[in-house]
């Protein structure tokens, strides 16, 4: 997969977000140096999102996670988002990895986004669902997170709308 540096970003905060080693970002993008915003990095062991049918958008106004195969609108799950908008990130992010019973309030699932600390996941309360409640991670009842893991793979594009 390719990343395009954004402002402020370095190859540590990059091998964070996509939970990446630093040796196989150099190794990937041979005689990378000093970075600058634009540039493209290959981004080792995720499948091109422009190669994915799927793509999640997510509305935390609305608390609203939409799923489209190929543009066309194929579900709709409530969800539950941070306790101000501003505690869920906006923007395009991409699932990085996948970790099943993660324990504590993250039910059965935890789907890792490319912004380290942030994911979709399961819950341990589902009174909490259709609510400003989280830390800033997207809650999905855990029936659904599981449905929707079984779909999309590590690499589908989630774009989060305020």
Same mark, same amino acid.
């Given at each position: 997969?390719?990343?395009? @540096?954004?402002?402020? &970003? ?7 977000? +996509?939970? @990446?080693?630093? #040796?196989?970002? +150099?190794? =990937? ?7 600058? @915003?634009? #540039?493209?990095?290959?981004? /080792?062991?995720?499948? &091109? /999102? !422009?190669? *994915?049918?799927?793509?999640? #958008? *997510? ?20 969800? =539950?988002? %941070? ?15 996948? #970790?099943?019973? /993660? ?14 600390? +942030? %994911?979709?996941? %399961?819950?341990?309360?589902? !009174? ?12 999905? +009842? ?6 929707? =893991? &079984? *779909?999309? /793979?590590? %690499? ?7």
């Amino acid at each position: 997969m390719i990343h395009t @540096v954004r402002s402020g &970003e370095t190859l540590g905060i990059i091998s964070a977000n +996509y939970r @990446v080693s630093l #040796q196989r970002l +150099y190794t =990937a993008n041979p005689g990378v140096g000093h970075l600058h @915003v634009g #540039q493209k990095i290959q981004i /080792p062991g995720l499948q &091109e /999102p !422009s190669t *994915i049918p799927y793509i999640i #958008q *997510i509305s935390v106004g609305k608390r609203k996670l939409s799923l489209f195969h190929n543009g066309r609108l194929m579900k709709i799950y409530p969800i =539950a988002v %941070g306790k101000m908008l501003t505690n869920t990130p906006t923007g395009d992010f991409v699932i990085v990895n996948r #970790q099943f019973n /993660p324990g504590g309030p993250f039910g059965v699932l935890w789907l890792s986004l490319s912004k380290q600390g +942030y %994911g979709i996941h %399961g819950t341990n309360n589902p !009174s909490s669902i259709g609510k400003a409640v989280s830390h800033g991670c997207v809650r999905m +009842y855990n029936r659904d997170v599981l449905q929707l =893991a &079984e *779909i999309v /793979p590590n %690499g589908t594009s989630v774009s989060i709308l305020p």
